[in-house]
């Protein structure tokens, strides 16, 4: 059974950070990308940055460049995303999603909620 599971959500405070994981299960990790996606209610979903199999390529939003980075391993089939300076405008909720050819899984997602 496919699984991506997301933790580390939650309420902080402006400026702060938090750091994403999302454990994967039930399939091959490593020979596929990750994303990390964010939505707002009522707005269209967000590429925030995607990691290649290997991780030796990373890509981000120009909204979080410069801020949040990327990561896995693949030993753990866990893929990261550290967040710093956060802002009002990042609250959302994200999710992972693992993607190879024309197979996708996604996660439930976690809430983050930046606020004072």
């Known amino acids: 059974q496919v699984q991506l599971v997301e933790s580390g959500g939650g309420l902080v405070q402006p400026g702060g950070s938090l750091r994403l994981s999302c454990a994967a299960s039930?399939?091959?990790?490593?020979?596929?990308?990750m994303y990390w996606y964010r939505q707002v209610t009522g707005k269209e979903r967000e590429l925030v940055a995607s990691i290649t199999t290997s991780g030796d390529n990373t890509n981000y939003a120009d909204s979080v460049k410069g801020r949040f980075t990327i990561s896995r391993d693949n030993a753990k089939n866990t893929v990261y995303l550290q967040m710093n300076a956060l802002t009002a405008e990042d609250t959302a909720v994200y999710s992972c999603t693992a993607r190879r050819l024309w197979m996708s899984y996604w996660g439930q997602g976690t809430p983050v909620t930046v606020s004072s």
């Open positions: 039930g399939f091959t990790f490593n020979f596929y990308t």
